[in-house]
C-alpha cells in the first residue's frame, strides 16, 4: 500500500525501489541504511545516550573489539584509575606485553620523559641513554649509601 511516496508493505516501511527500510518485528525495529537525526539518540532513557552534539554516554562497560582512534584526550575521573593490559594463560599469539608508543614524538611519565631508548625530563631528555649492553649517563651521577 503506497500512502503518498511511502511504501507499505507488510511489516516494512520505505520508499518505491527501496521497500524495506523499516522493518518491524516482534519487539525489534530494523532500519537498513543511514539514521539521520538532530535530536537526542537514547536507548533505555539513561543507558546509552548521543546527543545532537555527538557528545556520548554509555552506562557500564564499553567494549571494543579492534583497534580504537581517540582524536582527543583520555580523561581518567576514578579516583585510583588502571590502565590493564590482561591475556589469558596459555595465549599463543607470540607476543606478550603492553607497549605506550609516540610514533613521532615521546611519552611523558609523570615529570620523566622517554623518548626512544632515552630517559630524561621533559627539559633536559637523554639523561640517561639504553643500548644493547650498555647504559649511558649524561651529566653527574649522585649516589648515597
Keep these: ?13 520505505g520508499l518505491d525501489g527501496a521497500a524495506d527500510l523499516i522493518t518491524l518485528s516482534n519487539a525489534n525495529v530494523k532500519i537498513t541504511g543511514t539514521l539521520d537525526t538532530t535530536g537526542y539518540i537514547k536507548v533505555a532513557s539513561t543507558k546509552f545516550t548521543v546527543d545532537a552534539t555527538g557528545n556520548t554516554y554509555a552506562d557500564g562497560t564499553l567494549g571494543v573489539k579492534g583497534v580504537s582512534t581517540l582524536e582527543d584526550d583520555l580523561l581518567l575521573s576514578e579516583d585510583a584509575a588502571v590502565i590493564k593490559h590482561s591475556l589469558a594463560a596459555g595465549s599463543t599469539t607470540g607476543f606478550a606485553g603492553l607497549s605506550i608508543l609516540s610514533e613521532n614524538y615521546h ?4 615529570s620523566v620523559r622517554f623518548t626512544d631508548a632515552k630517559i630524561g625530563t621533559t627539559s633536559d631528555a637523554d639523561l640517561i ?17
Excluded at 500500500?1 to 516501511?13: A, I, K, P, Y
Excluded at 611519552?107 to 609523570?110: N, P, S
Excluded at 641513554?129 to 649509601?145: E, N, Q
Design 1 to 13: 500500500v503506497d500512502v503518498e511516496s511511502v511504501r507499505f508493505t507488510g511489516l516494512q516501511m
Design 129 to 145: 641513554t639504553l643500548a644493547d649492553d650498555s647504559v649511558s649517563i649524561k651529566g653527574t651521577l649522585d649516589t648515597t649509601g
Design 107 to 110: 611519552v611523558d611519565v609523570e
